[in-house]
């Protein structure tokens, strides 16, 4: 066999070994993520909601020594309650118990085929854990879509949430009155054809700004697999209806009424908007502009600091971890 003929079939058999492998990384997962492993123990507890007999999945983390303290995370749009495992962990050897879970449609938590979702309804569900749990005062940390829910959730039980912490909320603007409404069939549309490369290309441009770390690829992966599922149209369909309740129900108007103490950390960087793709260039450029809307919103919220990190996107407690916990240990001591 000549060098060149070795060269080449060494070439092919490593190109096949590349591409074999690239597939091998997006396991398909069911509606539930059976068979992916959570950072800790997955406990479940039974709702019965709109007629529907639904598991709503959370972990619990324990600390060796305890502080007496509870420090609730809430998860945002695109994600669960797993992409917390470093703040838990974290959070637990200063004392604190943790609780994290996956919102009803979301992570390890049922996927109904019909449901009226809403952030109230998200937060009753929430506060039915905690009563489960015996939990009567916590800390409530939202990101993204979380951020909202956690906005809602202190609003209707301040006697509950002793402070408050939304890391790059969305909800800072209305954007219904800029954007024009996207049926749920629309979404359900968009969410069909995702896959491995749109929602890495999407996290890679909104969330990095064009910097991809190994470090972000297992939520792209995670994410990727319930696309290479056969739950994914009943995956798809929940997240349309998700997407229709954040634009709709804004909770905008309403941070005046929140009077615990409120910590907003705001990774500078930050452009995300929902329905952007549906504007003008000109629309475009009012929207999502974190700098901007952490000021305003930190001014209008009573009793709020804010805790800007530069150079950072949409995701600071992946993104800038050191800066994050910082910022979240100094605000709950």
């Known amino acids: 066999m000549t060098r060149r003929l070795i060269f080449v079939t060494c070439l092919i058999a490593f190109s096949l070994l590349f591409n074999r492998t690239n597939a091998q990384t997006i396991i398909p997962y069911d509606a539930d993520l059976a068979g992916y492993a959570y950072p800790f123990p997955v406990h479940y507890i039974t709702l019965k909601i709109q007629g529907q007999d639904l598991r709503m999945a959370y972990m619990d983390v324990q600390p060796l020594k305890p502080n007496g303290k509870v420090v609730m995370l809430l998860h945002g749009k695109n994600f669960c309650g797993a992409y917390w495992d470093s703040t838990a962990l974290d959070l637990s050897n200063k004392g604190y118990r943790v609780i994290m879970p996956d919102q009803i449609g979301f992570g390890k ?16 569900n929430t506060k039915s854990l905690l009563d489960t749990l015996k939990i009567s005062k916590t800390a409530v940390l939202g990101h993204s879509m979380g951020g909202m829910l956690a906005t809602r959730f202190t609003l209707m039980y301040p006697d509950v949430a002793e402070k408050l912490i939304l890391e790059n909320p969305i909800g800072l603007e209305d ?48 994410q990727a697999g319930w696309t290479a599922g056969a739950d994914y149209p009943r995956v798809a369909w929940n997240a349309a209806l998700t997407y229709d309740m954040i634009f709709t129900q804004p909770v905008f108007y309403e941070f005046e009424n929140i009077k615990v103490p409120t910590l907003l950390i705001i990774g500078q960087r930050d452009r995300t908007a929902l329905g952007k793709a549906n504007v003008s260039e000109e629309v475009k450029k009012t929207m999502g502009n974190y700098p901007v809307l952490g000021q305003e919103i930190s001014k209008r919220i009573p009793n709020a600091k804010l805790a800007p990190i530069e150079g950072v996107g949409h995701l600071p407690h992946i993104e800038a971890y050191p800066q994050f916990i910082q910022s979240l240990l100094e605000f709950l001591q």
């Open 109 to 124: 938590s049922s996927k109904p085929t019909h449901l009226q979702y809403s952030f109230q309804l998200l937060a009753q």
């Open 175 to 222: 954007w219904k009155v800029k954007v024009p409404y996207q049926s749920v069939d629309k979404w359900y549309e968009g969410e069909l054809k995702q896959n491995y490369e749109k929602i890495k290309q999407y996290q890679l441009d909104n969330y990095y700004a064009g910097q991809w770390k190994p470090a972000y690829e297992k939520w792209a992966v995670l």
